[in-house]
C-alpha cells in the first residue's frame, strides 16, 4: 500500500541533507562579540615549552567551556581543545549547514570527526571549540528526575537549577516552529502524547516544544559562546592542541599519586607541557570517546589491558572505558507534496514507554542518473524536501565495549555499542515505531500524503516505510534492528562509582576529575547537550566553593 520511492537507508537521509538557503547563511554576518574570540583563543603552536595553571580543561566541548568559564571567574584557567575555532565555518554556526558539517568529515581536521562503530552505524564526535554542541541538531531540553536519581550523585538541586538557568539565559531560545514541526506537534496529541505541555524546557510526559541553541536568524550559540562570559584575564584557550598524557606524580606510589600536568602536541608536532600549580587540577572533559581514551594513554586503567598495548601502567582502574552506551534512533523519511523549511528538532513527544519522538525537515540534493538515455543532467542538482519522524529510547540498558585502535590519541578508538543488546531495549524501539505509525496515521498528517488520480491519499517514503501490521510484535523488532542509526548521544566510559566518586574525581589519584557526558550511566532527558552544559558550570561552581571552604 504504502512504497519506498527510493531505497535510501535513514542515516544517509540526515547525513545527505542540503540547503537551499545558502544564499542567506553567506549574507549573515558574525556578530562582532564573536569576532573577539581572538582575546583568548590561541594556536598551540604559539604556547611556550611550559607555562602554569591553577585548573587545566582537556576539551573545549559542552562541559568544559561552561566549566572554563566558571573557574575562571577565581582561577588562572587553561583549556586545551584538538580542534579548531567554529565562528569562521559557516556550516557550523548555521542550522542550514548542519548535515554539510557532518558529512565533510575527514581525517584530522573537520570539525565532525566521523568514525563507524563495530556495529557498522555511522557516527559523529565533535573536534571544534564547543564540541558536540557545536555541530548538533540544536535541542535543548533538562534532564528527567531518573537521571539526576541513577547518577550516583548527590546533587545540590538549587545549584542545578541556577546552572541551568545560567547557560538558559545566554545562549538558549525559543523556536519558532512551521508546516512540519506543528503538523508533528498535533498529530503528537492525536496519537495520544498528551498533555500538551507549550513551550518548556522541562522534561515532562507528553508533547511540547522544546528550547535551541539557534536563534532567530539560524545561527548557532554553542557552549563555546559561554567562554564568552569568562574572565578574560584568567583565561587562555589553546585551539589545535591533541592532549597525549597525563602526567602523574608519584606513580608507584599507591596512595599519593597526583596530576601535576599534561603533554600536549601542536599541528607542527612539537611538544608542550601544562603544568599545575599548587592547589590545582586537571579536569578531563573529552567526551564518552576522549575521555576514557587519554587515561588509558596515560596509563589509567586496566592493568592487564594496558601491558598489552605495553602502556606503563600508572594506576590500575579496570572499569576505565567500561559501561559505555549510545542511544539508538529508528526512523523514517517521506517526500512531502510540497515544499517544507528547514528545520531541526523544535518538537518532541515524551511517551511513558521508553521513547521520545522527534522530527526533522530538510532539502536533499538529487541528481538523475549518470548517462541517462531520456534525462539530461542538469547543470546544477535538483533538490527534495525531506521530512523525517525519529524515535529515541531513554536509557539504554545494553552495554558497549570500548578499545583502543592505536597509541595515537588522534585515532578513533574501537567502540561497539551492542544496541537492542538487551531485551527491554528492543521492547522500548518497538514501543517507539509504534508511536510513529499512530502519528503518520492521525489527520494532521493529510496534508503530507499525495493524492493519486482517484482521491486516495499516500506516504511517499524514501528509505524503509514502516511495516503495514503495527501490532506484529516480531516485524517491528525485525524494522528495528534492521533500520538502526544514531541519535549522537553516546556516553558513558568513566562512570560515576566506576571510576570518579560522586565530586567525579578519578579514584586513587588526586587532582584529576573527569567532567562530562562519559561520568553518566543514562542519557540525560530526550536530549544531552542541556545537562552536560549544566554539568561543566555546576562542577565549576563547587570547586570554587571547596576552595572557599578550604578543602
Known sequence: MRKPILNLKPHFILVSFFTFFATIVTTQQIPRQEANYRSFVINATRFPSEEYFDYIIVGGGTAGCPLAATLSRAFRVLVLERGGAPYADRNVMFQEGFLTALADADAYESAAQAFTSEDGVPNSRGRVLGG????NAGFYSRAEEEFFEKSGVDWDRKMVNDSYEWVERKIVFRPEIKTWQMGV???????????????????????????TIFDSYGRRHSAADLLFYSRISNLKVVIYASVEKIMISNPKSYSEKSASGVVFRDRRGRCHNAMLRKNGEILVSAGAIGSPQLLMLSGIGSRNYLSSWRIPVTHDLPYVGRFLYDNPR?????????????????????????AYIEA????????????????????????????TLMSKINGPLSIGTFSLASTDVRVNPIVRFNYFHNPLDLEKCVNGT????????????????????????????????????????????DFCTRTVSTIWHYHGGCLVGKVVDSDFKVFGINSLRVVDGSTFILSPGTNPQATVMMLGRYVGLKIIRERMRGK
Open 360 to 387: 526533522a525537515s530538510n532539502v536533499i540534493p538529487f541528481a538523475a542518473p549518470a548517462r541517462t538515455v531520456f534525462i539530461r543532467t542538469p547543470s546544477s542538482p535538483l533538490y527534495l524536501t525531506v521530512a
Open 185 to 211: 506537534r498535533d498529530g503528537l496529541q492525536e496519537a495520544g502524547v498528551n498533555p500538551y505541555n507549550g513551550f518548556s524546557l522541562e522534561h515532562k510526559f507528553g508533547t511540547k516544544i522544546g528550547g
Open 132 to 135: 558536540s554542541s557545536a555541530i
Open 330 to 354: 529508528n526512523s523514517i523519511s517521506i517526500v512531502p507534496p510540497m515544499p517544507l523549511e528547514q528545520s531541526l528538532i523544535q518538537v518532541v513527544g515524551i511517551t511513558p514507554s521508553g
Open 434 to 477: 509504534k508511536a510513529i505509525g499512530d502519528v503518520l496515521r492521525s489527520s494532521s498528517m493529510d496534508e503530507f500524503k499525495f493524492r493519486d488520480g482517484i482521491g486516495n491519499r499516500e506516504f511517499r517514503f524514501i528509505g524503509p516505510p514502516l511495516p503495514n501490521d503495527h501490532t506484529n510484535f516480531q516485524v517491528m523488532a
